[in-house]
Nanobody
Framework: QVQLVESGGGLVQAGGSLRLSCTASGNIFSINVMAWYRQAPGKQRELVATITSGGRTNYADSVKGRFTISRDNARSTAYLQMNSVKPEDTAVYYC??????????????WGQGTQVTVSS
């Protein structure tokens, strides 16, 4: 199995910055895509950003130009640099990884989430 642990959430003022980290551990053969999702109270979980093992990235329109996803493959870690945050960025942020535990078993794994609260 693969475990994902997020860190870096907290309270930040609007216009400020925050950096989230997500580290994968366990029986990892390789990791394809890592992603960040978020879920605000009363709303559905939404995709924030994705990054492939080769570094190709994709962002939700709402965070383009403000958030940057990156990853360190050697550390099985993904990051989300959040700049110019807005109150509407307040949510629980979840990390996910599409990972192989051997050469043929591919599955999606999720972290427990980290709270980000942006004050106005």
């Amino acid at each position: 199995q693969v475990q994902l642990v997020e860190s870096g959430g907290g309270l930040v003022q609007a216009g400020g910055s925050l950096r989230l980290s997500c580290t994968a551990s366990g029986n990892i053969f390789s990791i394809n895509v890592m992603a960040w999702y978020r879920q605000a109270p009363g709303k559905q979980r939404e995709l924030v950003a994705t990054i492939t093992s080769g570094g190709r990235t994709n962002y939700a329109d709402s965070v383009k130009g403000r958030f940057t996803i990156s990853r360190d493959n050697a550390r099985s870690t993904a990051y989300l640099q959040m700049n110019s945050v807005k109150p509407e960025d307040t949510a629980v942020y979840y990390c996910s990884a599409e990972a192989y535990v051997n050469s043929y078993e591919l599955a999606d794994y999720w972290g427990q989430g980290t709270q980000v609260t942006v004050s106005s």
